[in-house]
Structures are given as structure tokens and as C-alpha cells.
């Protein structure tokens, strides 16, 4: 049964891959490039399972989940092909997340993507520090799918 669970685990991600593929793909068209780049969800996170819950509920909204582990990963997916919506926790190894909500913002781009925190980091002191270093929105973990998506809805609205 496990491997049955592995395996659909591995089809999911290819999936998943596949289809930021062909959004990073498309996005290269003109046509094509704010269509596809409107739809992408980078979620950053060294902790795989807050990943894959945060994927299926971008996933929901209309967004192409792309996942990175660690803020290098994520600044170097951002500089090949800007997403619409960064979800980010703090706490990471290689660059942390205020580092890499700082840098993300000092790359020009026509159109800067929503950033939300998502992070066990929760005392006003760090959610102004979050805010400061440009995120849009701030979410505490544990949070449960409801809270994620219903903030996501807000920040899809405004």
C-alpha cells in the first residue's frame, strides 16, 4: 500500500511540474505572458507537508502550484518567470524568509506578485518585520485549510 501511496505522491508532482512547465513555457509567448504568469503560486517552505497542503489549496483557487524548499530556490524561479502569488515561511535554511521577501522585491518586474507569510513566527513584532520587508498578508501556523484559503480569497479579491 505504501508504494501505491508513493506512487501516486510522484504523479501528483510530475503533474504538478508539467503544468508550471507549460505555464513557464507559454508565458515566453506574448500572447500568452500575463495569462500564464497570473495563475502561478510559488510556495516556499523547507517543510514538504506545509508544501503539498498550501499546493492543493492554491491548486483549488485557480493558481499553478510551483514549490520551492528554501528562499535560493525561490529567487531563482522568481527570476526565470515572476509568479502572482508568493506563499513563504520565515524559517528556512540557505536564505530565511525576510531575506528572501527582501530580494524578491528588489527585482524588477511589470507586475510584483502577492506575498503572504505563512509562519510559527506570530508576536506583532515579527509580523511588522514581515510587513516591513514587503510581504502583503501574514498568516500564523499551525493554520488549517480553511484559514489559508480564506485569506487567499481576500487577497484574490482586493
Known amino acids: 500500500m505504501r508504494d501505491t501511496l508513493g506512487s501516486d505522491e510522484e504523479a501528483s508532482d510530475t503533474e504538478s511540474i508539467v503544468a508550471a512547465a507549460k505555464a513557464m513555457r507559454d508565458s515566453s509567448t506574448p500572447a500568452n505572458a500575463s495569462q500564464a504568469a497570473a495563475k502561478v503560486c510559488l510556495i516556499v517552505d ?16 485557480g493558481y499553478i502550484p ?26 528556512m535554511p540557505e536564505m530565511d524568509g525576510i531575506e528572501f521577501v527582501r530580494r524578491l522585491r528588489a527585482i524588477p518586474t511589470p507586475k510584483a506578485p502577492t506575498v503572504v507569510f505563512c509562519t510559527s513566527n506570530g508576536e506583532a513584532k515579527d509580523i511588522h ?5 514587503g510581504a ?8 488549517d485549510e480553511a484559514a489559508l484559503r480564506a485569506k487567499l480569497e481576500k487577497l484574490g479579491g482586493e
Open 66 to 91: 510551483v514549490e520551492a524548499q528554501d528562499g535560493e530556490e525561490a529567487l531563482a524561479r522568481c527570476k526565470k518567470a515572476m509568479p502572482a502569488l508568493v506563499l513563504t515561511d520565515w524559517n
Open 136 to 143: 502583503d498578508d501574514y498568516i500564523v501556523k499551525p493554520f
Open 46 to 61: 523547507d517543510s514538504r507537508v506545509i508544501r503539498k497542503v498550501s499546493s492543493k489549496i492554491a491548486k483549488s483557487l
Open 129 to 133: 518585520q514581515g510587513i516591513g520587508a
